[in-house]
């Protein structure tokens, strides 16, 4: 019997599996109707969510799979798997009858009381472009497997893998699927009700100390609990879907007061070339209108394009393809500025400054935080900064908390910075005096 092939990039396929902790989970009832669904479709008795470990399949939801695999079976063997050739090929498989092809032949499921004969399974595409497993149906008789239901059997696996992501999603917030529906329910009513405030941490010049630019900040204006941070609800708005309206909000709502200091401040004002900097979420930038949203915001607004800076951070661009990058080309297209936010903190900064060249960078509050305590500390900020200028980047550095700080990034050549020293976020109306006064 051949042994059942790994997938070529096995280590970072099973590190990708494992950061969605469902592993040896509970039932999910959402999982079950959609295995339910492709049993339906192919008319098989038995599916099947199947999870390739790296030594078993784990099967997370298996309804009607009594009927074949016998009481209680939650896993087999990998060795054993018809699921670890779908991964391991990244496509759908359909086997007619098992026992006629020699890479199945010889499984203890089809040899043993089992007894499968057909088979179909697609792959469970996660986040990272790498196959989880596979959804797939069983059955004890031979049966012809027509094209079509193996194509609504990929398209039920891409709903599988969605549903997982959200999953994640959950578990990094530290919900329950039950918490995020609730949750989700009260952000969409705030959302709609007009309770999504923005706030606004001044960019400043360091050499001169003029404020040239704001960073747009969401709060949560909860008539209960009062103003909430975004860690109190942007959890919530990722695993839900939520932030991609809030974010279309808060970009309109930043694109139009931004252009409102502008005007008020006059051609020489100290709001006269004022940008805003908004952040973007990686559920955002996968949205198939994307850039028309951010062109929208800037006619609705009346901000100059070039008074826009969008902030990207390695997480919104983590796991993106080709649709991202022709979106970002758009945005660009538009003379929007694009930023590299938190940059020199993920392991794959580097590759985003060669694949997106951003236009600014922005170096994260960890590596400011560390300025003077060691040489090291500061030969790693310097080379950070000193990087972000040979590629042409602008530079602005993040948490500057100290007048020590200020000196040494502008000794650095630092040009632009934002932190405490030199105001907190604040609401708008906080802000007006500053920015519409002659600089």
Request: hydrophobic fraction near 45%; glycine fraction near 8%.
């Amino acid at each position: 019997m051949p042994a059942a092939p790994r997938h070529a990039r096995e280590d970072e396929r099973l590190a990708s599996l494992r950061s969605y902790q469902v592993l040896d989970t509970g039932a999910d009832a959402a999982l079950d109707a959609l295995a339910t669904a492709a049993a339906r479709v192919l008319g098989a008795p038995a599916a099947l969510v199947s999870l390739v470990d790296e030594h078993r399949q784990w099967f997370k939801s298996a309804p009607g799979a009594e009927a074949v695999l016998g009481p209680g079976v939650r896993q087999t063997a990998r060795e054993d798997s018809f699921c670890a050739h779908v991964v391991a090929a990244e496509e759908a498989i359909a086997v007619p009858d098992a026992t006629a092809d020699a890479r199945f032949a010889d499984l203890p499921m089809v040899t043993g009381p089992q007894h499968v004969r057909a088979y179909a399974g697609a792959p469970i595409v996660g986040r990272d472009g790498l196959p989880l497993g596979a959804l797939c149906v069983m059955d004890r008789e031979p049966r012809e497997l027509d094209a079509s239901a193996v194509r609504v059997l990929a398209d039920l696996a891409g709903a599988v893998a969605e549903l997982l992501e959200l999953r994640r999603a959950e578990a990094a917030a530290g919900l329950g699927a039950h918490q995020v529906l609730a949750e989700s329910h009260r952000l969409r009513a705030a959302i709609d009700a007009g309770q999504m405030a923005v706030h606004y941490q001044p960019v400043v010049d360091l050499p001169s100390g003029r404020w040239v630019g704001v960073e747009a900040l969401v709060r949560w204006e909860h008539p209960e609990r009062g103003l909430l941070p975004p860690a109190a609800f942007l959890p919530v708005a990722e695993a839900s879907g939520l932030v991609v309206p809030m974010g279309r909000q808060v970009l309109t709502l930043a694109c139009t007061q931004a252009a409102l200091w502008r005007e008020r401040g006059g051609a020489a004002g100290a709001a006269a070339d004022l940008h805003v900097a908004v952040n973007v979420s990686g559920r955002q930038l996968s949205e198939p209108d994307v850039a028309d949203v951010v062109a929208e915001a800037l006619l609705v607004s009346g901000l100059p394009p070039e008074a826009l800076v969008l902030e990207l951070t390695e997480t919104s661009l983590a796991g993106s393809g080709a649709e991202v990058d022709t979106a970002l080309q758009r945005i660009r297209s538009l003379g929007v500025t694009l930023a590299l936010d938190d940059f020199g903190t993920g392991y794959a900064s580097y590759s985003y400054l060669q694949r997106f060249q951003p236009d600014v960078v922005k170096i994260d509050r960890c590596f400011v935080a560390a300025l003077g305590r060691s040489e090291r500390d500061d030969l790693l900020a310097r080379s950070l900064v000193r990087l972000g200028m040979q590629l042409g980047c602008g530079i602005v550095a993040e948490g500057v908390e100290t007048r020590e700080q200020a000196q040494t990034l502008t000794a650095l050549g630092v040009r632009h910075a934002q932190g405490y020293l030199f105001s907190a976020p604040r609401s708008a109306h906080d802000l007006e005096g500053r920015l519409t006064t002659a600089g």
